[in-house]
């Protein structure tokens, strides 16, 4: 039986309305009035206040930190707006003109949530002989400089469906600051977990923002500090590193692990927590930082080590040509050729350098490789986690400041 | 001094990275740029600890096996995009109430007679309006092919070969299955996918909802093995590949005029300038914000006002790594959708609020790809769809709480419909709300399915009024917006056919 399938009563005005589709959609158009058109969307205005393309700031304050050797830098919004919200525990990328290069540096944000709305927040730098962005930040950041920052980024904060609801916070030295914004988010009533903050230090005059966590352990009973000294024995305080007994000693019931410090630290407790036997959901880390001695990693080259490559930078129609010494990130040479390219997180995790390696060759430390699969088999490199084992020719993309 | 291009493509969400691989492929001096810094817009992927996600797929359709190609793999041969599917093997389950208020729990296979078989168990009674229907869907395809193959279409040609296909056409879909004397139970079942498109069944065009059915019930779905990003990788390899230039974090400001025909981009990275663009932008914000008021046509203005600025499919998506493998949960489907109801009118409707809104898809990617996360884990997204009036309201201090509560309301549907609870398991997770797509994607209200594909601005009004889509003079519109409507499918294949046409205009006019 052959198909015949009408709609309506007549089957031929069912053709009809069918060729008539088109002069229906001229008609709905013709009798619009021709109003000016406008694109104004406040999920769209939100989004770009969360996530600007950057913040323009201001330096408001420093604050001397004494013996802890550090010091807090509280930054202002230039334009008077508040500072894109975050989540305590974020850390914001500041992007330096230092000398001839454009250098950026990601800094855990040690002030509330709450003080966005003033358009503050606070970043703390230590003392860090090694350490070229923050020895210059140290020495030449004024009052009333300007800076440009990025929004609140990372995904180093709690989570209430994912982590438990005691959280233990391992820091050493400045490591303290993501812990600190969380714990000023609690008393702030912005978030709700019970932080337990074993900080080592190595003094007790060296321990940073003393007075702060004694203030917030004061207002609020879910916030809880134990210091943990490494040269000094002191009653009233741990001694020596923090280990897998003094996380016990202080954790109740299930419990969420976060780690942040510097690399020495992170080592030794990721090998104590591992001794706890916690699901691989109750430990979280803040990012490890560029690899330092790349030339210890399992399968680097070594005869590579001290050898200097010619790296080519094209973005847009720029083309630049500069050296690119093996033993240092990638990212690092497009930085001192004075190449504004984007970065932030600087440990190859979040993919904001992500480039495209069109010539040579790289060496990717494994546990510094956030790529995404594809980009694995397709030539596109995070330069902050890349090594040059060769002459290097590097898409890289465009910058927004 | 300004870098110079036959085309540019401006924006690489996936109507983007087609259009300027087949641009690549005719062998103009082509430029892709994107204001983010990777492709794909929606087909993408992010990592969080030792997992990678997918943004948004779902199930791409029209692929289809090797005796019976879709248009979408005729695409990825005919431009020489290489891609490895994992196919989808069956349709889909549902987890709902029928229309008569009564518990629906159905899953449908693919292929022409399981899926009629498998109605008949459900619905006795209705093998034969089934068969009709397919019957009609065959019908639907060749006449499809007739309409989109260049040659002009003759109508006493299509009234004699195509009858059936034109005297539903017209038709909203809930009519054409009415008419067909399938059951309500039937039509509920039917009417699933119904979100693919984001309009209600007695409005969205029958040809254009009858077709989706037809690819994914005879031709089969499939997704990448790596995520979506995977694909937009493929496509940025091919344009590579054939000399083209990508630059990313490049964001498109302004567009340049020569009189009335554009000529050039503005953009972060300097000034470009060229014969032809394909935006994979929003109309509305390129007639509004980019070019100046006095070139914007009369009836782009009134096309604007008509729409009303309706724009479909205000996406969020709860995504969950969880530290147990699937078969340890007992999540044994690849995808199950969870509507609140059959009626599709009355599910719209309740989309539109954070505090009505029930519905949710279930995916779960190692269902279908064992290794899709490291072992004894798997990966399981939920996404529904929002009106835009609740999103508007939204303070940044109370977003992450909304976030969570969209994140709970997943794992409580989960929990109360299937039986299975996450909870315990997460070791990662993120929200992606409406402002995730309008940050990443830059569309507007963070929609992804372009405008409302309803009554006379259909996909198939809007396909026959073609060559009055685009009136600026070397501008043409590309993505979920323009002719096709949304879907990777569609705006794969949009951007192909409006680079197609771009490239034809360039040879016509005489250009390199």
């Known amino acids: 039986m052959a198909l015949n399938i009408k709609v309506g009563l007549i089957g031929l005005l069912d053709m009809l309305k069918f060729a008539n589709l088109g002069k229906v959609r ?54 008077g707006k508040p500072a894109a919200y975050f989540r305590a525990g974020q850390y914001i990328s500041l992007k330096l003109p230092i000398g001839e290069s454009f250098v950026t540096r990601p800094y855990s944000i040690s002030s509330s949530p709450e003080w966005t709305k003033e358009g503050k927040l606070a970043v703390t730098i230590k003392k860090n002989p090694e ?40 820091a050493g030295g400045s490591g303290i600051t993501p812990f600190l914004s969380m714990a000023y988010a609690i008393r702030d009533g912005i978030e709700d977990f019970n932080l337990t903050i074993l900080f080592g230090s190595r003094t007790e005059n060296a321990v940073l923002f003393r007075k702060e966590l004694d203030d917030i352990c004061a207002a609020t009973p879910k916030v809880k500090v134990v210091h943990v000294l490494s040269d000094e024995e002191k009653p009233g305080f741990e001694h020596g590193f923090i280990t897998a007994e003094i996380i016990q000693k202080y954790a109740a019931g299930e ?34 930082g560029a690899t330092k001695k790349v030339w210890e990693q399992p399968g680097y080259p070594q005869d590579k080590k001290d050898q200097v490559f010619k790296l080519t930078v094209k973005q847009g129609e720029k083309e630049i040509v500069c050296d690119c010494p093996a033993n240092e990130p990638v990212l690092v040479a497009i930085e001192r050729a004075g190449i504004k390219a984007p970065s932030r997180c600087r440990s190859g995790e979040c993919g904001w350098c992500r480039s495209r390696l069109t010539e040579g060759e790289v060496f990717i430390p494994e546990e510094t490789d956030g790529r995404r699969w594809a980009d694995k088999q397709m030539n596109e490199i995070h330069p902050c986690a890349s090594f040059a084992l060769s002459d290097l020719t590097l898409i890289v993309p465009g910058e927004y400041y | 001094m300004a870098a110079k291009y036959d085309v540019v493509v401006v924006g690489a969400g996936n109507a983007g990275i087609s259009a300027a691989v087949k641009a690549a492929l005719e062998g103009k001096k082509t430029l892709l740029i994107e204001k983010h810094n990777l492709p794909g817009g929606c087909a993408s992927s992010f990592r969080r600890g030792r997992f990678e996600f997918d943004p948004s797929v779902h199930e791409i359709c029209d692929w289809g096996p090797d005796d019976n190609k879709g248009d979408v793999r005729l695409l990825f041969e005919r431009n020489g995009v290489k891609m490895d599917w994992v196919t989808v093997p069956e349709c889909y389950r549902c987890i709902s109430k029928y229309s008569d208020g009564t518990p629906m729990d159905i899953s449908m296979p693919t292929g022409r007679e399981p899926f009629i078989d498998k109605m008949e168990e459900y619905v006795p009674g209705t093998r034969e309006a089934m068969n009709k229907l397919f019957d009609l869907f065959a019908e639907m395809k060749a006449a499809v092919k007739y309409m989109n193959d260049g040659t002009p279409n003759d109508s006493k040609y299509m009234q004699t070969n195509f009858p059936n296909v034109l005297r539903t056409c017209g038709y909203p879909s809930l009519k054409v299955l009415q008419a067909l004397k399938l059951p309500q139970k039937a039509i509920d079942i039917l ?76 953009t972060n990275m300097g000034t470009i300038e060229c014969e032809q663009v394909l935006a994979n932008i ?56 969870f509507p609140s109801t059959s ?48 999103w508007n309201k939204i303070t940044p201090q109370e977003y992450a709480g909304i976030k969570d509560k969209f994140a709970k309301q997943c794992i409580e549907t989960m929990k109360e419909k299937y039986g299975v609870d996450i909870e315990p398991y997460i070791e990662e997770m993120e929200v992606s709300t409406p402002m995730t797509f309008a940050r990443y994607l830059g569309t507007p209200e963070g929609s992804t399915y372009g405008y409302e594909l309803s009554g006379w601005d259909g996909m198939l009004a809007r396909m026959m009024l073609i060559p009055e889509e685009f009136p600026i003079k070397g501008l043409r519109h590309i993505g979920a917006a323009s002719f096709r409507g949304d879907g990777y499918s569609s705006t794969w294949i949009n951007g192909d056919m409006c680079a197609a046409m771009a490239c034809a205009e360039l040879k016509e006019g005489g250009n390199k």
């Open chain 1, 26 to 79: 001229k008609q709905a158009i013709d009798a619009a009035p021709a109003n000016e058109i406008t694109a104004e969307y406040k999920i769209n205005n939100f989004a770009k206040e969360m996530h600007p393309d950057f913040q323009e700031l201001v330096v408001d304050q420093i604050i001397d930190h004494g013996d802890a050797d550090a010091r807090s830098f509280i930054l202002k919004r230039a334009d």
């Open chain 1, 131 to 170: 350490g070229f962005a923050a020895d210059y930040l140290l020495a030449n950041l004024k009052v009333g400089d300007k800076v440009i920052g990025s929004e609140g980024l990372g995904s180093f904060y709690y989570e209430k469906l994912r982590d438990a609801k005691n959280v233990i916070a391992l």
């Open chain 1, 255 to 288: 419990y969420s692990v976060f780690i942040c410090g510097p690399e020495a630290m992170y080592r030794f407790a990721a090998g104590e927590v591992a001794k706890l036997g916690l699901d691989r959901k109750h430990v979280r880390r803040e990012l490890l």
């Open chain 2, 191 to 266: 009417s699933v996918y119904w979100c693919y498109l984001g309009v209600p069944l007695d409005e969205l065009n029958f040809l254009h909802f009858g077709n989706m059915l037809d690819m994914y019930i005879c031709r089969k779905a499939v997704i990448p093995h790596h995520t979506s990003h995977e694909i937009s990788m493929q496509f940025m390899e091919r344009f590579y590949e054939l000399g083209g230039e990508a630059w990313f974090n490049c964001r498109a400001e302004k567009f340049l005029f020569d009189g009335d025909r554009i000529c050039g981009v503005e």
């Open chain 2, 282 to 337: 929003n109309p509305d914000i390129i007639y509004a914000k980019m070019m100046p008021k006095e070139l914007v046509p009369e009836r782009e203005k009134k096309l604007s006002t008509a729409r009303k600025h309706n724009y479909s499919a205000r996406m969020c998506v709860a995504y969950f790594a969880l530290n147990k493998s699937r078969e340890e949960l007992g999540i044994d489907d690849y995808t199950v959708f």
């Open chain 2, 343 to 390: 009626d599709t009118r009355r599910e719209y409707e309740s989309l539109a609020h954070i505090d009505t809104n029930k519905f949710s898809i279930l995916l779960c990617y190692n269902k279908l790809i064992p290794d899709f996360s490291p072992e004894g884990t798997c990966v399981v997204s939920f996404t529904t769809m929002y009106g835009p009036d609740d």
